[in-house]
């Protein structure tokens, strides 16, 4: 990504995290259909009075409900990640914006790691970029940015 413009860099980024976007919907949908078999399972053995099985079910589908949550909130934080990449007008709100995606990205990462790998690490990937050119800028307009004391949380 050398001698790459910030519009450029921005359109690349914004490009790369629609993507993941894209993936997080199709593991959602795959995740929504399996919950769904999951409950009818549940739904039959408590018809046939299984209580051991429809519980074993039940709880395997309340899993599956709590890794969709998980991916619906990353999905939404991809999302203003996005919209603010998006908006960035100046070199100042690069600096700015680009920092504060770059923790929500890692954020992300960590949360969606172990459920979509190759979208944590596209991921990643858009945030270590981000993250060296807002320093790059930084340093090269004689800024500083204490980014750790910003707070950010999805």
Sequence with gaps: ???VTLKGLLEWAVGRVREQIGRIDVAV??????ERGLFQKALAHLRDR???HASLYANECLWARGVIEALLTARFVLERVADRLESVNSVEEFIVEGSLACQLL???RRRIGALIPEAACEVYRVAEQLRKHAT???ESCGMRLDVQAMEVRM
Excluded: I, L, T
Aim: negative net charge.
């Design 1 to 3: 990504m050398r001698g």
């Design 29 to 34: 949908q795959r995740m929504e259909e399996h």
């Design 106 to 108: 890692m954020e992300v």
């Design 50 to 52: 299984n209580y051991a």
């Design 136 to 138: 790059d800028v930084q």
